[in-house]
């Protein structure tokens, strides 16, 4: 008996947690996904009795009103003025119910109706898809641009972007030009030294893991790498789980060098040969520097066999107003 209570019974009670998890996620998510069907069909039949009776907005939003009292007294919460708009504008903005279907909940889809601009909120729609985005995990990625500031430092098209990760290995498609880290509390064009820098990351990991992107593991810092006796140390190591490689991530708080490219090189060249594991791809760098001359890193990054990129980092956000009108350039173009 006391053999079973040290191993068996340990590793059913363990099973059995796990059942019961996942059947709770199942009915979680199931509940979602009808209660958007619901809603969507909700909106459809305001829509059509609009459409039939030829009601303008205007008559609209005083109906709705109406409505909502009534739907109110009789079956609770829930049917607020606000609610049933956005039951409205669901069936407008999507008239397939089906694009709706994965990891949604209501509240995803309320923070994707506000957003009018659609090529913004079917990137947004495919982030979630893709990455498992919790509601608090979208509302940051809105707040910090990651639309405007992917689609202005990127060149392919935006449909291109969304999907890059999920369909084949391709490591630029990671890669940010400027990372923004104005969650370190670090006033603009502030020197700090670069171990200053590092600990100021690893104590807002939570927040420099959303600004690097989806998929990404932190690993640990000052990670060793013995070659020839000699001892040299990495300053941030991250798994990407999408694309299966490791990320090595080298601080610079100054500008890029000639030879921070080798230093990097080097690195995943032990990587690739001593760390990964043959389900691996091959390891990516990235130097994280404070300044960087175009011109000059198109030198210092070319010809090596690794992927090696350079970034520039910045302590603030960019200009929301001029980060659109770039945008609107790029899509107009």
Known sequence: MKQLENTFIP??????????IDARNHVVQTVNNELIKTYWTIGKEIVEKERINNIDNQ????IILQLSKQLTQVLGSGFSRSNLFNM???????PSVQTLSGHLSWSHVCELLIIDNKPKRNFYLSQIQINKLSVRELRKQIERQVYERTLSNKTTNITDIISAAAEKYNPADIVKDPYVLDFLGIPEKEHIEESELENRLILHIEKFLLELGHGFMFVGRQQRITINNTHYYVDLVFYNKILRSFVLIELKTRKLQVEDGGQVNTYLNYYKTEINDEYDNPPIGII???EKDEIAAEYILFGF???VFASK????LPDKRQLEEQVKLIIEN
């Open 11 to 20: 590793e059913l009670a363990d099973t059995i947690n796990k059942i019961i």
């Open 313 to 316: 980092y910045t302590t603030v």
């Open 88 to 94: 409205r504008k669901l069936y407008i903005e999507f």
């Open 305 to 307: 066999e690794n992927n």
């Open 288 to 290: 994280l520097c404070a």
């Open 59 to 62: 008559t609209s939003r005083q």
